[in-house]
């Protein structure tokens, strides 16, 4: 069964300190993987989507990695803001299985940013 | 929210009634799609669209209903048979139902069934 482990399960740090989200995926075949931040309340929105050929994609502050090999994926937040507190969802999409529509969401990794 | 918006944010309904959700999106895509999302869950797939006219059942689709007349539109009706309805809907589209593509998702609306 296709599976997105996401950790922590939620994180607090201080602001302007720096931190790693992990994913742990078993999904196969693998397509790509996507982080996405959705805010309290809101809908998720894209940060980076990483095919099997790449193994680091960043986007401002928010760095992504992906090792296809050990099936892992992290992003790291440099420079922590306020507004970075949100929940970090890691979606692994398959070639085939998967959900209906060939992704499997991560539950989520809730990140609060204190002053 | 990239052209893809939600109504209303906020729903409460009694037990046993139906209830439509709205998602409508400006961006031109082909594929649309419905997920439920629940406190500490994954998003779940309810159905999916990928062309007009048609759509799939997600991986939990039962007491739930779609349609899909206009390419724009994509109304989700929760009816009386959802056991556990209470939840935040949300809305998604890509430009084409291929998992290659990147899914852009609405506001969301937070449905209350007491």
């Known amino acids: 069964k296709n599976q997105v482990e996401q950790s922590p399960q939620s994180l607090i740090i201080l602001e302007g300190k720096n931190c790693t989200l992990q994913?742990?995926?078993?999904?196969?075949?693998?397509?790509?993987l996507r982080w996405y931040k959705q805010d309290t309340g809101r809908g998720p929105v894209s940060l980076t989507i990483?095919?099997?050929?790449?193994n680091t994609k960043s986007n401002g502050r928010y760095t992504a990695t992906l090792d296809a090999d050990t099936k892992q994926s992290s992003l790291h937040i440099t420079a922590s803001q306020l507004s970075d507190s949100a929940s970090y969802i890691c979606?692994?999409?398959?070639?085939?299985?998967?959900?209906?529509?060939?992704?499997?969401f991560g539950k989520g990794t809730h990140l609060i940013i204190q002053p | 929210d990239g052209g893809i918006t939600q109504s209303p944010k906020y729903l409460f309904r009694k037990e046993g009634q139906n209830v439509t959700l709205s998602c409508e999106q400006n961006?031109?895509?082909?594929?649309m799609y419905w997920y439920r999302q629940d406190p500490g869950q994954g998003l779940r797939l309810i159905y999916y669209?990928?062309?007009?006219?048609?759509?799939q059942k997600g991986d939990i689709a039962e007491g739930y209903s779609v349609s899909r007349e206009k390419k724009e539109s994509f109304p989700l009706t929760v009816t009386s048979a959802q056991k556990n309805p209470t939840a935040f809907y949300l809305c998604?589209?890509?430009?084409?139902?291929?998992?290659?593509?990147?899914?852009?998702f609405g506001p969301g609306t937070r449905l209350t069934v007491t």
């Open positions: 669209s990928q062309i007009v006219n048609d759509f």
């Open positions: 994913c742990n995926y078993t999904v196969s075949p693998f397509s790509n």
């Open positions: 961006l031109n895509h082909d594929a």
């Open positions: 998604a589209s890509s430009i084409a139902q291929d998992r290659v593509y990147e899914q852009y």
């Open positions: 979606v692994v999409s398959a070639q085939g299985g998967g959900g209906a529509d060939g992704l499997t």
């Open positions: 990483m095919t099997f050929s790449e």
